[in-house]
């Protein structure tokens, strides 16, 4: 490891730890950053970085599909109306009719087995 990687890495470390003190206060970041004494946009620039390394870390998955076929006459199917709902989020992830939403706030973990979820499903 080159010293510049493991500067990145103490770094990442650091303000992975920083991001998770931020998500346990009950402050908005906004607030949270101005009595740390941190730049909002230097915390968010460290949250994208931590969110991308995270990404970066996902295992490849095998994507082969195996389809049973079912045959049942006696089978019934009902169309169950799903309600609209507004979900406000900061990034909004849709996929195969399929809507996620993710705050600023969810933690480098949440955002990680979120993902990890979404790509076992593809």
Known sequence: MTT??????YS????????????????STRQWCNQNGILEGTYYYWLKKIRLKSLEQ????NTEIK??????????????????KQISADVMISLNGMEIGLNNTATPELIHSVLLAVKQLC
């Open 4 to 9: 510049q990687e493991v500067k990145n890495h």
């Open 12 to 27: 990442l470390q650091k303000w992975a730890s920083i991001i998770q003190e931020r998500n346990a206060s009950a402050l």
């Open 58 to 61: 996902l295992p490849t998955l």
């Open 67 to 84: 389809v049973q076929e079912v045959s049942d006459e006696n089978a019934i199917f009902a169309r169950i109306p799903v309600p609209d």
